[in-house]
């Protein structure tokens, strides 16, 4: 199946109101999908099949959580940060390795803790993700997004 304008999308009532307040629009969420469901580029949740994708289409990257149905997509959840993730430069993880339950669909991998390279303003941190062992794409949870880079983003901005 081939993304497009087209593609029916079903957001749950309870989720509109959240995508409200992370000023996430239907678009946002649609240009994703149309860039990573054609190419492949999103991971799969071993367990529930669900597919997490992300897509930077400005200073914002966008996440979209959504389960593939026969007449379209839902989506389970949406966030975005404005921390950049710097592809290219994951090295091994010196903790010790844990079943993430997420597959790279690109590359038919496991997921694999990473560490990856963040970039905001102007300074760069090492952080301990999820990541495929051979295209590097990352995985941002949600959790991490709305807490984490969320706060980080903050201080910087502040300093
Ligand atoms: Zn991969």
């Known amino acids: 199946m081939t993304f497009d304008d087209n593609t029916p999308l079903k957001i749950p009532a309870e989720l509109q109101n959240l995508l409200e307040e992370r000023g996430i629009r239907e678009d946002d969420i649609r240009q994703v999908l149309c860039v990573t469901e054609n190419a492949r ?27 593939p149905e026969e007449d379209g997509y839902r989506i389970i959840r949406a966030y975005s940060h404005r921390m950049r993730l710097l592809h290219g430069y994951n090295m091994a993880s010196k903790k010790p390795p844990t079943d993430t339950g997420w597959l790279c669909s690109a590359c038919e991998l496991p997921l694999v803790t990473a560490t990856v390279k963040l970039a905001y303003l102007d300074e760069t941190f090492a952080v301990d993700l999820p990541a495929c062992p051979a295209c590097q794409r990352v995985l941002v949870s949600e959790e991490q997004a709305v807490s984490k880079m969320a706060m980080a983003e903050r201080m910087l901005e502040d300093k």
Not at 44 to 66: I, N
Request: net charge positive.
């Open 41 to 67: 580029q999103f991971h799969t949740h071993m367990a529930t099949g669900h597919r997490l994708a992300y897509f930077a289409p400005s200073r914002v990257t966008y996440w979209v959580e959504y389960a």
